[in-house]
């Protein structure tokens, strides 16, 4: 077995409250196949992708549902005698539940359960439970760093390394599967960050509440991450004593009147790409899916308070701001209003009248106009 399987069995931790832990159902990479046996019962079979269908197997009495993942995420147990070549669940009675990740927000099952994904789906297999089985509570969240990725401090981006989900037992009290690429926010909506301790987290409702600023959230409002750090010698039980979380949200405008609000030209990961007479917004290659806005460094004076907010996109003419280049073009965005002050001329432009962004060039001989921190482009009048 591969290293990097042997690292994602190892993220799975057996934590539950109730002493019944979710087990995965098949090895990664395993190809599910779905057949009828003689009484009409329905069974699933995993086979691993690299062996394929076997001289015992019929490959016309079995259809084939998919390639599978393993769920990944908080109080999740691999199977402890697990096998390349697996019928599931050997019960009289099997149920089959196919659940979408990204709008479900919580499922109660069995605790003779067993789970795997197929095409995006969640699929739970169980024996039917009987009258008076206590079910056992399985949630959903959002996961702000790809699969294979931790928020570390000292970097303020996604760095490849797999996940401890323990750290966030000071959170959750049930099983969650941790559902990354599903949280976007609309260009009509805000992105405001915080950075949080688990004592300040409270799960109510299906909502997670920031008691430290009164806000609440949906599950499909929001994506969390722990706050780990890159040093190999760091103090376990001085970082356990002072967890922290990063917390991604995706708000209504309203929340501009409250707490100031910067715009940013291009979307959430992205940069201005200039080339061919063009400038465009693409992916930054630099950062895995995003990264903080605790790294914003602007070309100007900026003082990020506690919580601002980012909004996006801004379709028109530019006009780049160089105060390194010329005096007069030196500004001040405000860290109570989010507007922009043009301190030669005093002139104030609001957020809808400006934006911020990092520029690169395609022409090697052309990156002294590039902007690797944040530049101000203003509206062309």
Do not use: W
């Amino acid at each position: 077995m591969c290293v990097k399987l042997v690292l994602m069995y190892l993220i799975f931790s057996y934590l539950v409250t109730n002493n019944n832990s979710i087990q995965i159902c098949c090895t990664p990479q395993s190809i599910l196949y779905k057949s009828q046996g003689s009484n009409n019962s329905t069974y699933l079979k995993c086979i691993h992708a690299m062996d394929g269908l076997n001289e015992t197997v019929n490959p016309t009495s079995m259809d084939m549902l998919g390639k599978t993942e393993s769920p990944q995420g908080y109080g999740l147990e691999i199977l402890k005698e697990i096998s390349r070549h697996m019928k599931l669940l050997q019960c009289a009675h099997t149920s089959i539940l196919n659940i979408s990740l990204f709008t479900e927000i919580s499922v109660n099952v069995s605790p003779e359960s067993c789970l795997l994904i197929v095409n995006n789906s969640l699929i739970v297999v169980t024996c039917k439970s009987s009258i008076g089985d206590e079910l056992q509570s399985i949630g959903f969240v959002n996961k702000c760093c790809p699969h294979g990725y931790t928020y570390v401090s000292e970097l303020n981006k996604c760095y490849l390394r797999e996940p401890d989900f323990n750290v966030y037992s000071s959170i959750f009290d049930k099983p969650m599967i941790f559902v990354d690429n599903s949280f976007v926010c609309p260009k009509n909506n805000v992105l405001v960050e915080y950075v949080v301790e688990a004592k300040t987290i409270h799960l109510k409702k299906r909502q997670i509440l920031l008691k430290d600023y009164g806000r609440s959230f949906k599950r499909n409002e929001f994506c969390i991450e722990a706050i780990e750090v890159l040093i190999e010698n760091r103090n376990p039980q001085l970082y356990k004593n002072n967890e922290q979380f990063l917390v991604r949200t995706c708000q209504q405008l309203q929340i501009c009147d409250s707490v100031p609000c910067i715009r940013k030209c291009c979307a959430d990961g992205e940069i201005y790409y200039k080339g061919n007479m063009t400038t465009s917004c693409i992916g930054d290659e630099n950062n895995s899916k995003f990264q903080s806005l605790a790294t914003m460094n602007l070309s100007g004076v900026f003082t990020k308070p506690s919580e601002f907010g980012v909004l996006t996109g801004l379709e028109c003419s530019k006009f780049r701001l160089d105060p390194e280049s010329f005096a007069d073009e030196s500004h001040v965005i405000s860290s109570t209003t989010g507007s922009l002050l043009i301190s030669s001329t005093s002139k104030i432009y609001s957020n809808s009248q400006y934006c911020i962004e990092k520029i690169k060039n395609s022409s090697y001989a052309d990156q002294k106009n590039s902007c690797t921190h944040f530049c101000v482009l203003i509206l062309k009048y």
